[in-house]
C-alpha cells in the first residue's frame, strides 16, 4: 500500500541535509508520498479574500503558466486578478525551491508546468465520471503527452477554516497495472498522428500515453474497483505540503478546498532507480518499448 512519509521540514528555503534528501527521492520513487507538516506556505492578510468561495467564478480551477505570465480562471476586476497571480506564482516560486533542493539529483532535468489553485470543495461537486477526481486514478495529460517523463507534484492545504484536504490512496501502480493490462486497447496505427493533426493533442502521444490514458479511464470507469480496491484514507491537515508521483501513485481526492498545486515533470534518466518509472513497468508488462 502507499505510505505518507512525513519529513521534518519547516522553511521552504533552507537547505537539506544529504540524509534527508536520500530519504526523500527513495520513498517517492517507490511510490509513496511525502509530506511535510511544518511547512505551511503563508497567505497574507491582504490575500483572504482570494481564499473565499466563488473567487473563480463558475471555474472551479484557477492556473498560471509554466512562466507565470499568463493566468485562467479568475473573474472580477483586474487588481484581484494581480493579486491572485501574485499569490500562486509565488507558491510555484516556494514550490520548485523546495523541489530543487530536497532533490537535487533532479534539479538539473526538472521542468516546471502549470500551477494551479483549487478554491471549491471538491466533495460533492457535479461532473463526469471521467473528470472526476473523487474517484482513484493515475494522472496523465490527454491533450499534452508526456512521452514518458515523469509527474511530479507540489501542494499545499491553505484552507482558511482550518478544514483537512482529504484523499484515498491506493495500489502499487506495478499491482495496477497488471491489474488492468489486458484490458487496455492497443492502439490504433496513425492515430496519434491524426490527433495531433487536428489539434487534439499538443504533440503526437506515444504508445505510452496511449496506455496511460486508457489505463486512467479504466480505473475511473470501474465502480467495482473504487468500492473495493486495497486503499486507506489520509488527511492533509491545514497548513500541511506534500509531494508525490501523480502518475505512479493511484489517488483521490474527496474533500476540502483551498489547495494549491504546482506541476513538475522529471525525465526518467534523472530517477535514482529507472525500473520504478511506470513507462518501465508498462513495457515490461507490454513487452516492447512504448516512448
Not at 530543487?100 to 508546468?113: D, E, F, I, V
Not at 489505463?215 to 506534500?242: C, I, N, R
Request: aromatic share 8%.
Amino acid at each position: 500500500m502507499t505510505e505518507v512519509v512525513s519529513l521534518p521540514l519547516t522553511a521552504w528555503k533552507d537547505t537539506i541535509e544529504a540524509g534527508v534528501q536520500a530519504r526523500g527521492i527513495a520513498a517517492l520513487e517507490a511510490g509513496n508520498v511525502l509530506a511535510f507538516p511544518d511547512l505551511r506556505f503563508e497567505i497574507d492578510e491582504l490575500e483572504l479574500d482570494l481564499l473565499a468561495p466563488r473567487v473563480g467564478g463558475k471555474s472551479k480551477n484557477i492556473s498560471l503558466s509554466p512562466r507565470g505570465d499568463a493566468l485562467k480562471g479568475v473573474e472580477g476586476d483586474e487588481a484581484r486578478a494581480r493579486q491572485m497571480q501574485a499569490m500562486v506564482g509565488r507558491f510555484a516560486d516556494f514550490a520548485e525551491t523546495l523541489t530543487r533542493n530536497l532533490l537535487q539529483p533532479y534539479a538539473g532535468s526538472l521542468q516546471r508546468a502549470r500551477t494551479s489553485f483549487r478554491p471549491e470543495e471538491i466533495a460533492g461537486r457535479q461532473s463526469s465520471w471521467r473528470k472526476d477526481d473523487t474517484r482513484l486514478h493515475v494522472d496523465n495529460f490527454p491533450s499534452s503527452p508526456t512521452r514518458g517523463k515523469r509527474i511530479l507534484r507540489v501542494f499545499a492545504n491553505i484552507n482558511p477554516q482550518g478544514e483537512p484536504r482529504c484523499w484515498r490512496l491506493g495500489e502499487p501502480f506495478e499491482q495496477l497495472a497488471h491489474r488492468y493490462a489486458k484490458a487496455l486497447p492497443k492502439p490504433v496505427w496513425g492515430s496519434a498522428t491524426v490527433l495531433n493533426a487536428l489539434g487534439i493533442t499538443k504533440a503526437p502521444r506515444s504508445a505510452y500515453d496511449h496506455y496511460m490514458l486508457h489505463l486512467h479511464d479504466h480505473m475511473k470507469a470501474d465502480q467495482a474497483y473504487q468500492d473495493t480496491a486495497p486503499q486507506s484514507v489520509y488527511e492533509f491537515q491545514a497548513g500541511t505540503t506534500w509531494m508525490v508521483f501523480t502518475d505512479q501513485v493511484s489517488h483521490a481526492a474527496t474533500g476540502g478546498r483551498c489547495a494549491l498545486e504546482q506541476t513538475f515533470l522529471l525525465p526518467i534518466d534523472a530517477m535514482q532507480d529507472i525500473e520504478r518509472a511506470p513507462l518501465r513497468v508498462l513495457e515490461r508488462l507490454m513487452e516492447r518499448k512504448l516512448a
